[in-house]
């Protein structure tokens, strides 16, 4: 997962120039790597704190985005 925030932190440069897209730009990512499947954070429960599905209050997904892969790519170990 480490990788994965950091690959998305070297190419938002890259994706300056057009408008966010959670589906698009992080979405899209974590379905290719298997992250929102049952097993992993798309389960009920989901994993290490983290979790893709739910009816929860929806916050701006940037913020939400920015702020999750700033976390994980800043962690030591």
Known sequence: MRALALAARACLPLAAGRPFSFARDIESVLTRRGCNGSACHGGVKGQAGF???????????????????????????
């Open 51 to 77: 979790r893709l599905s739910g009816d929860g209050p929806r916050e701006s997904p940037r913020a939400r985005a920015t702020a999750y892969f700033l976390a994980t790519s800043t962690r030591e170990g």
